[in-house]
Every structure is written in C-alpha cells, then in structure tokens.
C-alpha cells in the first residue's frame, strides 16, 4: 500500500488535531456542568467532523491505495476490503 500523500496527510492532521480540541472542550463542559443541550450539540459537531475525516481517507484510500493494489487482489476483493472496514463500528 501506498504512503498517505502529504496534502491529505496534512488536511487530515488538521481536521484531526481540530477534533481533538473539541473533544477537549466537551470535557471541559461537562466539568463544569454546562447545560446538556450545549454538550450534545458539541457532541454532534465532533461526530460530523470526524465523518467528514473518515470520507476524506476513503476517498484517498479509494483512489490512490486501490488503483494500484499491491496484494494481488482483484476489485471486486478491494471494494469488499474497503466496504468491511467502514462498516466496522
């Protein structure tokens, strides 16, 4: 398989450490007892912002890591590999 390309790899850092921080600010809310519309609303922010992360991969996995299999699998392998693994959760 091929390396991340360093434009995804770096858009993927961002979107990654951006996570991360609100991650840090839900645990901040819920120390301080912030009402539990505002944590469920932060909640579902970082619930989109790590689906947009994921689609971004895929896509990169799609493109790059499948065109150009290393495994010796055929397509039809390759999209059931990829289906599996995101449907793993």
Same mark, same amino acid.
């Given at each position: 398989? $091929? #390396?991340?390309?360093?434009?995804?790899k770096a858009d993927? *850092?961002? !979107? *990654? !450490? !951006?996570?991360?921080?609100?991650?840090?600010?839900? $645990? !901040?809310?819920?120390? =301080?007892? @912030?009402? &539990?519309?505002?944590?469920?609303? $932060? *909640?579902?922010?970082? @619930?989109?912002?790590?689906?947009?992360?994921?689609? *971004?991969? =895929?896509?990169?996995? =799609?493109?790059? &890591?499948?065109?150009? #299999? $290393?495994?010796?699998?055929?397509?039809?392998?390759?999209?059931?590999?990829?289906?599996?693994?995101?449907?793993k959760a």
């Amino acid at each position: 398989m $091929q #390396p991340v390309s360093g434009e995804v790899k770096a858009d993927l *850092l961002v !979107r *990654l !450490r !951006r996570i991360e921080g609100q991650v840090r600010g839900v $645990q !901040r809310m819920l120390d =301080a007892d @912030r009402d &539990c519309a505002e944590i469920l609303q $932060q *909640l579902s922010a970082v @619930r989109s912002a790590l689906q947009n992360a994921v689609l *971004l991969f =895929a896509q990169h996995y =799609a493109v790059q &890591c499948m065109s150009d #299999p $290393q495994d010796g699998l055929t397509d039809e392998e390759l999209v059931e590999q990829l289906l599996t693994v995101l449907s793993k959760a």
